[in-house]
């Protein structure tokens, strides 16, 4: 966007301010209204769509109407389990689920009976009729009943997320956010970016409930969206209006003023929120469901921002923001104290740098570099009924099952195999074949047992298609139960040596959890490689330098690394224990794809700040110490607050009760502090100074190609055409 057309652009703003602030409060209200029925439109499930577990459920569910992530458990716990008792209670219970059936009721341990209700529902059908299968189902003499299964757990967790995203937003982002934005301003001009915040989260949460009409969406999109919206929402809008507080001082009009901000702090919130969508691209080609919903929630966050940033604060700047800052909240002997750039702590850390850049950048470099080491011993895996919290009703009857028959039998292993013909099962061939598999899996050591379901639940009824079960004695996610999965497609299937034309699909718990890795990893590299490719153009244009956006991606890539590592130690070696996080073998399948993407973008943001500013400064002044110094004086601290800020959201996460948010709070918050102390703080300004003039080279070949005005090597250096600074 050139400086004509953003001038063009704010100044129609300001002439229509009150009808861009009702079309904005109108758009709020709305999203408000229809996202409040987003929980029911959202899924906890992992799909891995083509993989050859969907090929098993779909077999499932056709054949032997099982869809398992729509059926329902019903769990006996007592000393004097009747059997029949069980049967009528999961008989009664099948009238509040529509096809539903109860397809098994077994005696599990001398205290502990299931009933398996089996249904055609989708998730989100399934679980809205928990509460009628659960009074439908009612009680049993002398035991205890639970009903759990997926639906049941997903709908039990329904209130914990809501209740994790009041005490992560109200009780954590919120204070913490407040507190800061009145110690920077000082005035009560920050309630700007909280009104900044008010209008883009809902819209964006409106925008999602659309979205979640016509793909998957996780369950914890809504808080992700809400936590990460008002980090952002309150990071661009306090460049904008700090930006917009610093050229009132310069004078001139509040007009004028407006139009500078926008074409200095505007344009590099355009560049950021670019940034970041980039890096939120990559969740989108990731060929899952649940990484769609996750890279559309996080992809429309600085969409939705970018745009209210462009049109709502500068009418709010115009309306508000001079008669909020005549209302100080800070003496003013310490803003005036603040405003002393030349002396002021950035300078003066700066100026220790540029005398020892090499020891500086060593140093620092090495600390990432020991954080990251960790990620050696990253173990990844899907999320298990270990990682909600214990005292919902699904995870007490899942964890009384699994006392009983072990972990591995929750989610085990199903084989479904499809002889070719009508009657094919009976075939000597197909039988002999089928022995021979069977034994194979009871000489595994990690096979617990081989089920023949009963009835229907073995044989479909054309006698095409057999049904095996094959609980482990593992939980479906660990390494062992990987593993098994891995042998079992490779060499025990093979093995078995199936006649021509018959096929046998792997599916359930373990087969799952080795599909979904592989599909989150196959195409993972490329992915990455494509994202730093788009960044390193923009931010060559950005910051009209050939070296910069290079640097900019390799001290990212540290952070991202040290943020890894981190992970490791605090949760599979047990470190953050002491601050009641929850020690976990592995870490989550889908979180390091998603911090890098999310980091990745987020930490564009406080680059862009600091080196459009520089950038500014080394075209007024040809001086690249000074550049240095200068940028770091008038944007680290609003890069600090932004941060603090943003860390404080994301430990909204790490308060939470669901260990997979947890991982992703706790990488992203250290990711964010890494990297706005040790890497912009020490880092960027060390390495800057040790590249001299050459931070600032971009040839005129490449310069014609991004479209903007060569910088040349020489100390004299004309200001830009159009600038870039915040």
Not at 296 to 321: E, K, N, Q, R, Y
Not at 372 to 381: H, K, S, T
Not at 436 to 457: I, K, M, N, S, T
Not at 647 to 674: C, K, M, N, P
Request: net charge positive.
């Amino acid at each position: 966007m050139t400086a004509r057309l953003l001038t063009r652009w704010t100044g129609a703003v300001i002439r229509f301010r009150w009808l861009v602030v009702v079309a904005w409060i109108c758009l709020a209200v709305v999203s408000a209204i229809v996202s409040r029925g987003l929980a029911d439109r959202s899924s906890s499930r992992f799909s891995v769509p083509g993989s050859e577990t969907a090929k098993a459920e779909a077999i499932l569910a056709d054949r032997f109407d099982q869809t398992p992530s729509g059926s329902f458990i019903l769990v006996a716990h007592g000393k004097r389990i009747r059997l029949a008792a069980l049967e009528r209670a999961a008989k009664r219970a099948t009238a509040a689920v529509p096809t539903g059936k109860v397809a098994a009721v077994r005696r599990e341990s001398a205290d502990v009976a299931s009933a398996f209700i089996v249904s055609e529902l989708d998730p989100e059908q399934a679980k809205s009729r928990t509460d009628e299968l659960r009074e439908a189902a009612g009680t049993i003499p002398g035991a205890r009943l639970y009903v759990t299964g997926q639906p049941a757990i997903e709908h039990d967790l329904e209130p914990v997320f809501a209740r994790d995203l009041r005490v992560g937003e109200l009780y954590i982002a919120v204070p913490i956010a407040l507190a800061i934005l009145v110690f920077i301003f000082g005035t009560l001009a920050f309630l700007l970016p909280f009104l900044f915040a008010l209008a883009a989260i809902p819209t964006t949460l409106g925008l999602v409930w659309v979205a979640a009409g016509f793909m998957e969406l996780s369950s914890m999109v809504e808080n992700l969206v809400t936590l990460i919206g008002f980090a952002i929402a309150i990071d661009y809008s306090l460049l904008v209006v700090y930006r917009y507080r610093e050229e009132r001082r310069g004078g001139g009009s509040k007009e004028q003023a407006i139009v500078r901000t926008m074409e200095t702090a505007g344009r590099t919130v355009l560049f950021s929120g670019t940034a970041v969508a980039i890096g939120l691209a990559l969740m989108l080609a990731v060929p899952l469901p649940f990484m769609r919903g996750f890279g559309i929630g996080g992809l429309l966050i600085p969409i939705v921002s970018v745009v209210c940033a462009f049109t709502l604060l500068p009418a709010l700047l115009f309306l508000f923001a001079d008669r909020l800052d005549r209302v100080r909240l800070v003496p003013r002997r310490l803003l005036e104290r603040r405003a002393d750039e030349e002396r002021g702590l950035w300078v003066r850390l700066a100026r220790v740098i540029a005398r020892r850049p090499l020891v500086v950048a060593v140093g620092t470099a090495a600390l990432l570099l020991a954080a990251a080491a960790p990620v050696f011993a990253l173990e990844l895996g899907p999320e298990s009924n270990k990682g909600v919290p214990q005292n919902i009703e699904g995870a007490r009857g899942l964890n009384v099952l699994a006392g009983a028959v072990g972990d591995g039998a929750l989610n085990p292993t199903e084989i479904a195999i499809d002889t070719g013909t009508p009657r094919g099962a009976g075939a000597p061939a197909v039988r002999a074949a089928r022995g021979r598999l069977v034994r194979a899996l009871e000489a595994d050591p990690e096979v617990a047992d081989v089920r023949f379901g009963e009835g229907r639940q073995y044989v479909d009824r054309s006698g095409r298609y057999l049904h095996l079960i094959v609980p482990g004695r593992h939980e479906f996610g660990s390494s062992e139960a990987q593993a098994f999965a891995r042998r079992l497609r490779a060499e025990i299937v093979p093995r078995a040596r199936f006649p021509e034309g018959v096929e046998v699909f792997a599916g359930g718990g373990p087969p799952m959890a080795v599909d979904l890795r592989d599909m989150t990893y196959g195409s993972f590299p490329w992915l990455v490689l494509t994202v730093l490719a788009l960044t390193y153009v923009l931010l060559m244009r950005a910051f009209r330098s050939l070296l910069l956006p290079l640097k900019a991606i390799v001290l990212n890539l540290l952070s991202v690394g040290a943020a890894y590592g981190l992970l490791v130690v605090v949760f599979k070696w047990g470190a953050g224990e002491a601050l009641g996080l929850t020690q976990t073998e592995q870490v989550g399948t889908w979180t390091p794809v998603f911090l890098f993407a999310m980091l990745f973008g987020l930490s564009m943001d406080y680059e862009v700040f600091l080196v459009s500013r520089m950038r500014e400064e080394w075209d007024a002044t040809g001086s690249n110490e000074r550049a240095i110094a200068m940028g770091l004086a008038r944007t680290g601290r609003i890069v600090t607050a932004a941060a603090l800020v943003m860390a404080a959201a994301f430990s909204g996460f790490i308060a939470g009760s669901i260990v997979g948010l947890q991982q992703f709070g706790f990488g992203l918050a250290a990711a964010i502090l890494i990297d706005v102390t040790i890497v912009r703080g020490l880092l960027l300004p060390s390495v800057m100074q040790l590249f001299g003039r050459w931070n600032w080279w971009l040839p005129s070949r490449l310069a014609r190609i991004a479209r903007v005005e060569p910088s040349p090597l020489g100390p004299a250096v004309r200001p830009a055409a159009e600038p870039v600074g915040s």
